[in-house]
């Protein structure tokens, strides 16, 4: 069942207290940005952000972008470099999203990065969607509320046709200013690179901070685009391998359900068998048993067999992509080496 909330009454607003409510209890509230209705979560709780993948039926762990009402919140979590904290001052709250590094007390989860060194942030021109953020105090991870492969919904009917049933509530703030998604600018690098083209024009950007890196340029430099192009991304120090049915004493077990027995060095990613669970340890459990598994003398994490339905196929995606042959070097250069991904 979900619920319709609204927030058009001042005075009054439940619809935003119970919304705030559902989130911090790490339910799934739909919820109008300006650019399209985002499917909201507690950014720093990882079963909730697992729920968000499961809901959308995504395939993959694609990072999500974290929502804040304010750009002092947003670089709590992330490192600002000077060039952001301009453009912060010049285009938030707006449809621009910036990805920095990860600040090293910040507390957007793992599953919510994919992993990766660096979080996406922004600061979205709704004023619901403002005043539900201020009131979690929390950052908010927020992919457009579709299925997975769907368009994007640019008002709560548009939520309702795709997630109605599979999410708690959606808040109707009524139809999106702006209806396409925000533009994304990678911030992390030497040079400022757009991942995607959205809300706020290259050109205006560029009025602000100078040239900026545009998608095909760094396409034709060979340079990695999104972080689920590179198949080895989310590899950790250990080779892995897949769907054992037996375990070596010198043998780092990653189980799910009832573990194989032998292994000395052991994280279960759901005792019970439950893939929300799991996908929410995921990469604390590659992490664990890669510096346990290491520290141990182990020569390899093994992986038991799990579903390749719901959630099971984005857990399978990213432990294929951790069993893959590594890219060389050259190939790889400008990716962030995959060891950061599970240290940082
Ligand atoms: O307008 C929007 O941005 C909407 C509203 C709801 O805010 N959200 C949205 O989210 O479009 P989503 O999940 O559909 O798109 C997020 C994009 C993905 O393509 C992902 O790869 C990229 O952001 N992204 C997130 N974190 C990243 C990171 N650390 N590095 C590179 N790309 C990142
Ligand atoms: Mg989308």
Redesign the pocket.
Known sequence: MTDRLVADDAEQPEGLIRAAELLRDGRLVAFG????????ADATNPLAVARIFEAKERPRF????S?FPDSESAFKQVVATPLARKLAEKFWPG?L?L??P?HPDGEICDLA??G?????V?V?AQDTALALLRALGRPVA????NRSGAV?PSDADHVMDGLAGRIDAVLDTGPCA?G?????L?L?GDTPRL??P??VTVEDIETVIGPVERHHDAREANAPI???MLTSHYAPGLPVALDVRSVQPDEALLAFGPPLTGARVLWNLSETGHLDEAASRLFAGLRALDRQGTQAGCSRIVVQPIPDTGLGLAIRDRLGRAAAPRPDADACQDAPSTQEHHVA
Do not use: F, K, Q
């Not at 990766?116 to 996406?120: I, S, V």
């Not at 396409?180 to 994304?184: D, G, K, M, P, R």
């Open positions: 940005t300006e650019t399209v209705y985002g499917l909201g694609n990072p999500l972008i929502h449809p999203t990805v920095l990860r990065a994919a990766l060194p660096t979080a996406a922004r979205p927020a992919p457009s509320a994007s702006v396409v998604e925000s533009t994304i990678d992390s991942l995607r959205g809300g999104a972080p689920g």
